[in-house]
């Protein structure tokens, strides 16, 4: 690594993370304004569930095309296209006059999401190109800064709607978009395609008919009952996507998803809990917005402040990560990470609609504090098993391997929760139960992983 780029990795780290922080922030903000965008559209549940879903459904099945374009052009001229798809899409989010069209700036936001995402990663990793040390001190506050973004995303919408209306948790994401174009500009060398490739179009639809027939199955199954013959058939034809996407990737010259990349145990691993965390958080964080509205009466700003133990503990275990990484492995810290957080989704699922807030407290700490730990060493485990000129690639399997779980999860937790107050309320303990025993199993698979090594990409 030259030393002009060492100098440099300061200022690129903040342009990346600046983007990451913007497509974490989208997660979660809206959360706390689903009750607001329910009764200004009279939408039901199901609705509500889609505003979130659109999301992060278009940046998972995306994201898989999304790390192989940042290698084929170059990351920064993704990262760049990124922004302003993102700023375009937020305004037609902010001024919807109906649900389905905020469903459809949603679903644009996620594509925009998508060219945000591996492209940051692909530049702090090249920009730190040649030094592990600082690869990992990179990753760890590139990491951070997502971690603390979805965790504020409900405290800062609370706000925002308190003073400006739900409209403004998409508006906002405007000055954010245009600060991170300038910090691109400035700061961001271009980074040389890695190579021209083409992109794998049946896989990619394959991928999306898949995830979308998962999740809408879900969540209308929740709506319409899970006998509903339309629900059956979107099951059908999503599982018969999957079984394709699987077969067409491995007969794939240039797949989406190299399969092979799985026969490293470590990434198989990383993959594990990044399906797990995202799985849990999303959908409790879907449910909670709901139930602290809803079930125990909070006000939107009452509920927003609601979750401020969640973004301060990130912070913290963020840090940490990397030295507890250092000390005692990758494996054994993503391990401790979903056990810790299992614990507080434990504690969650003893919650009622007159539980005081104090009861609340201990389970937003710990469920932070264990992702948190967990997120940063699996981020950096998967770039350590894999050739860097795939980090682009990689990360895009990983994160859209993340954001599918987290797609599901909503969809999941959402339709147990599905209802008036008291089945809300009945749907949060159920939906941390089933968090608490999908991060046992995630911890497991870590723990196993330990001293394992497999065939890199």
Not at 86 to 109: N, P, T
Not at 357 to 365: K, R
Request: charged content about 10%.
């Amino acid at each position: 690594m030259t030393p002009s780029r060492i100098a440099n990795l300061p200022l690129i780290l903040v342009a990346a993370s600046f983007g990451f922080t913007i497509v974490q922030l989208d997660v979660t903000i809206v959360n706390v304004a689903l009750d607001a965008i329910g009764r200004e559209f009279n939408a039901p549940t199901a609705s509500l569930q889609w505003v979130v879903d659109a999301y992060t459904l278009l940046l998972a099945a995306l994201l898989l095309s999304a790390g192989a374009l940042g290698d084929r052009f170059g990351p920064r001229r993704a990262f760049l296209a990124g922004l302003i798809l993102f700023a375009v899409s937020s305004a037609a989010c902010g001024l919807a006059q109906s649900a389905a069209g905020l469903i459809l700036g949603r679903a644009v936001q996620g594509a925009a999401a998508a060219l945000l995402v591996p492209p940051s990663l692909a530049l702090i990793t090249h920009a730190a190109a040649g030094d592990d040390k600082a690869r990992a001190w990179a990753v760890g506050w590139w990491t951070a800064a997502g971690g603390v973004s979805i965790a504020a995303g409900p405290v800062i919408g609370g706000l925002l709607i308190g003073a400006l209306g739900w409209r403004w948790v998409f508006l906002v994401n405007l000055p954010l978009c245009l600060v991170g174009a300038a910090l691109t500009l400035a700061f961001v060398p271009e980074v040389p395609p890695r190579e021209k490739r083409p992109l794998d179009l049946p896989g990619q639809v394959l991928a999306f008919v898949a995830l979308a027939g998962l999740v809408g199955a879900v969540i209308e199954g929740g709506h319409r009952g899970w006998g509903d013959p339309l629900v059956l058939a979107v099951l059908l034809g999503g599982g018969l996507a999957a079984a394709a996407f699987l077969a067409v990737e491995a007969r794939s010259r240039h797949p989406a998803v190299p399969l092979d990349v799985f026969r490293n145990r470590m990434v198989w691993s990383a993959v594990v809990i990044g399906v797990s965390v995202n799985f849990t958080y999303y959908g409790v964080i879907f449910v909670l917005g709901l139930f602290l509205q809803r079930s125990a009466g909070y006000s939107v700003v009452q509920a927003g402040l609601a979750f401020l133990p969640l973004t301060a503990t990130f912070i913290v275990s963020n840090l940490l990560s990397g030295r507890l990484a250092h000390r005692f492995g990758a494996a054994r810290t993503m391990a401790g990470g979903v056990l810790v957080a299992a614990a507080g989704y434990a504690l969650t699922s003893r919650l009622s609609a007159d539980s005081p807030y104090w009861m609340m407290v201990p389970g937003f700490l710990l469920i932070p504090a264990g992702m948190g730990t967990a997120v940063p060493a699996m981020t950096s485990a998967l770039l350590a098993s894999v050739d860097r000129h795939w980090s682009g690639t990689a990360s895009g399997v990983l994160n859209a391997c993340r954001q599918a779980g987290g797609a599901v999860g909503v969809a999941l937790m959402g339709a147990l929760a599905a209802g008036g107050p008291e089945r809300i309320a009945a749907g949060l303990r159920t939906s941390g139960l089933v968090a608490a025993a999908v991060l046992l199993g995630a911890a497991w698979v870590a723990g196993r992983s330990e001293g394992k090594r497999g065939v890199t990409a």
